[in-house]
């Protein structure tokens, strides 16, 4: 009996022992293919780009916005063309880069190019995941939404339409006195704050500032709902919001990594950052949900359809929603996440661009003088609407919406905005993948390491798997685009474009990449547009910004690109001060 058992062990040992060393084999095989099969055949490899040791990354040459002008230019001017390669965690992991416009209208409209799975999972992290979408019947893969901006296939082109009656131009028109309303509040907080008599000054952090006015517009616009950032920080939603995107901003890539290739430690070891996350999305959740139930009762109960006074997002998603066949509608947690996507899309991408403004504004006084002075000859603020802008309603008014079109058609205005959106726009750089192999046709010749061309109007070779960089800021300060002083911020470049700048080729600004183009366009491009100018053209006859002697402003991608004082980052974040006082005429 016991010889029994002992020999049962030994079976049971043997069995352990031959599944660990498949497991050990399995894994070398990998490991071996991912290091040396796989990179001598990946069609990537004969391209032009830069050289580096087996395991040195060009991450940060490629995604460090401090840095980034001057490597572009030296890599596609001096180096590489228009097309290249460089390596991603490794000299095996291959990785393209185009700044021929052809490649990347192929890259971004074709189908077979969509965001990698760790852009979703790390966003979808982020900001909440919505419940599964669809379902492949031949490899059983499960397709997590999170927005919008983080679907892909036929799910991504239903919602695009579902969402489309909420951001029109006229449903954009109809939520301007809250963009009004909203930027008064600013300006009338930032006055009480400087000294009561006199030009006076003080210095503000106007990044904190400018995103607690766009949180608040994106509440009122997008749900009807008070933030009240503007006059207290303490709302929950808008604390739980701010903690967790202050615990993204400082978030290592060691951090990142383990959250996307190891989520199961964050779940059973979860860190005090882990912690405050899930207790931010739970509050947000929770909120968010009841928004729904209440007001989706309401426009059942009312029957209410697009000419009615509800314009705020949530009740055209909802009403927009209700339209559609029940099977094709989505559920209330579903909605959520498009809400949820839409306030980071919609308030913190549209406060950087304002805050990037004001900074650009406060280094070239000379165009903040003359772009103060277009908007102060322009019609008089109209104060018989103040009462309306400072209610609790959402609701248009003719006065309203005619001075936002007098001030979205200011044109110097309209030039400094644009200009502002090209040489620093919110978002760095995004990337895709592609889900089979493909051939990309170029419209630059690109000279192979074997001396080889591949010349316009031919194609290069992509393997399935392969990562697509493509670089918003590089092209939008493309000298092949912009001239010779690409680089420089001039917003009169734009009454005079370069001939190959003329084409409106991305939505709304012509040849800039910032609200991107094609399936991935960004659809609130009018609201975040209308909201920036309407904020700038009411603080600028009011103040005066200049910098902070003594300190200097760095660029930080962490999903947007945010300012920072140099040598305080760790310590003291995300944080734009400037030295603001009234302007005497």
Not at 107 to 124: F, M
Request: include cysteine.
């Amino acid at each position: 009996m016991e010889c029994s058992a002992f020999q049962l062990f030994l079976w049971f040992a043997k069995v352990l022992g031959l599944l660990a060393a498949l497991v050990v084999a399995r894994g070398v095989l990998w490991l071996v293919n991912l290091l040396v099969v796989a990179p001598r055949f990946d069609p990537l490899r004969n391209l032009p780009g830069p050289d580096a040791p087996a395991f040195h990354s060009h991450f940060h040459e490629v995604n460090d916005p401090d840095i980034t002008p001057a490597i572009y230019h030296d890599w596609t001017k001096n180096l590489f063309g228009k097309t290249f390669r460089y390596h991603g965690y490794g000299k095996h992991d291959y990785r393209l880069m185009s700044f021929d416009l052809r490649v990347l209208s192929h890259v971004l409209t074709s189908p077979v190019y969509e965001k990698p799975w760790q852009t979703r999972a790390y966003l979808g992290r982020l900001l909440g995941r919505g419940k599964t979408l669809s379902q492949s019947r031949r490899k059983r893969k499960f397709t997590v939404i999170v927005g919008v901006f983080n679907m892909e296939g036929a799910e991504h082109r239903a919602l695009r339409k579902l969402i489309g009656p909420a951001f029109t131009a006229q449903a954009v028109k109809g939520m301007t006195p809250i963009f009004f309303q909203k930027a008064e509040e600013l300006r009338d907080r930032w006055d009480a704050l400087l000294p009561a008599n006199g030009p006076g000054s003080a210095t503000f952090d106007v990044a904190h500032w400018i995103s607690r006015t766009a949180f608040d517009i994106f509440g009122l616009a997008g749900f009807d709902y008070h933030f009240n950032a503007l006059h207290d920080e303490s709302e929950q939603v808008y604390s739980a919001y701010r903690r967790m995107f202050t615990i993204s901003d400082k978030a290592s890539q060691t951090r990142v990594l383990k959250q996307l290739y190891l989520p199961i430690v964050e779940r059973i070891w979860p860190d005090e950052d882990d912690k405050i996350t899930q207790q931010c999305l739970k509050t947000i959740r929770d909120c968010g949900i009841g928004l729904i139930h209440t007001k989706k009762e309401t426009c059942m109960a009312e029957k209410l359809d697009f000419r009615s006074e509800e314009k705020d997002i949530l009740s055209l998603l909802i009403k927009s929603n209700l339209s559609n066949e029940p099977s094709n509608r989505l559920s209330d947690t579903e909605l959520l996440d498009q809400l949820s996507s839409f306030l980071f899309a919609g308030s913190d991408s549209t406060a950087v661009a304002i805050t990037w403004c004001l900074h650009i504004l406060s280094q070239h006084p000379d165009v903040q003088d003359r772009l103060r002075a277009e908007i102060i000859s322009g019609p008089a603020p109209d104060t018989t609407t103040s009462s309306k802008r400072n209610s609790t309603s959402s609701v248009s008014s003719t006065s309203s919406v005619m001075q936002a079109d007098t001030i979205d058609a200011l044109p110097y205005l309209d030039a400094v905005l644009r200009e502002t959106l090209r040489v620093s726009p919110p978002v760095h750089g995004t990337v895709r993948v592609a889900t089979t192999d493909d051939l990309i046709p170029i419209s630059s010749p690109v000279i192979l390491r074997n001396g080889k061309i591949i010349r316009e109007n031919e194609h290069i070779r992509i393997k399935k798997g392969s990562f697509v960089h493509i670089p918003v800021e590089g092209i939008n300060m493309s000298e092949d685009i912009w001239g010779p002083d690409a680089r420089q911020f001039n917003p009169d470049r734009w009454t005079s474009l370069p001939a190959g700048a003329t084409p409106p080729s991305f939505p709304g600004l012509a040849n800039l990449m910032s609200f991107s183009f094609g399936r991935a366009s960004c659809p609130g491009y009018r609201f975040a547009l209308l909201e920036a100018k309407i904020i700038i053209a009411t603080l600028l006859p009011q103040f005066v910004f200049s910098p902070v002697e003594g300190i200097e402003i760095g660029k930080y991608n962490s999903v947007l690109t945010r300012p920072f004082v140099r040598e305080k980052l760790d310590t003291e974040g995300i944080q734009l001060p400037l030295r603001i006082s009234r302007y005497i005429d």
